[in-house]
C-alpha cells in the first residue's frame, strides 16, 4: 500500500510560480511511475506530467509544457511540479499519483494509476 500526500498549493499571481511536493510512502518508491493531474469542478481530471523511474522519461501535458517540470528525489520518497508562469487556467485541485511499474515508462490516463493523494488547491489570480 502506498500513501501519497500534497503539499505547496496555495494562491499565486498570474506568471508567479509554485512548487509541489508529493510525498509518498513505501520502500519500493524508485519502481513507481509518478504523475500529476489537476481537476476544476464540473470537468474530468486532467493529465499534466509525468515521470518514469530515471530523469530522461517526462511528458507533458500541451497546455503545461515549457512552463512545468516535475522531478523526482528516490532518496526522499518525493516527486515534485515545479510551475512557472503561471495562468489563471491553471487554477485547479492538483493530484499527484503512483503505479507500481515493472518498466521505467511513462503513465498518463487516470485509469493506470493505482494510488492517488487527497489534492491539493491551486489559484492563479489574474
Known amino acids: 500500500q502506498v500513501q501519497l500526500v500534497e503539499s505547496g498549493g496555495g494562491l499565486v499571481q498570474a506568471g508567479g510560480s509554485l512548487r509541489l511536493s508529493c510525498a509518498a510512502s513505501g520502500r519500493t518508491f524508485s519502481r513507481y511511475a509518478m504523475g500529476w493531474f489537476r481537476q476544476v469542478p464540473g470537468k474530468e481530471r486532467e493529465f499534466v506530467a509525468a515521470?518514469?523511474?530515471?530523469?530522461?522519461?517526462?511528458y507533458y501535458a500541451d497546455s503545461v509544457k515549457g512552463r512545468f517540470t516535475i522531478s523526482r528525489d528516490n532518496a526522499k520518497n518525493t516527486v515534485y511540479l515545479q510551475m512557472n508562469s503561471l495562468k489563471p487556467e491553471d487554477t485547479a485541485v492538483y493530484y499527484c499519483?503512483?503505479?507500481?511499474?515493472?518498466?521505467?515508462?511513462?503513465?498518463?490516463?487516470?485509469?493506470?494509476?493505482?494510488?492517488w493523494g487527497q489534492g491539493t488547491q491551486v489559484t492563479v489570480s489574474s
Open positions: 515521470r518514469g523511474w530515471s530523469g530522461g522519461s517526462t
Open positions: 499519483a503512483a503505479v507500481d511499474s515493472p518498466y521505467d515508462t511513462i503513465v498518463f490516463t487516470t485509469s493506470e494509476y493505482d494510488y
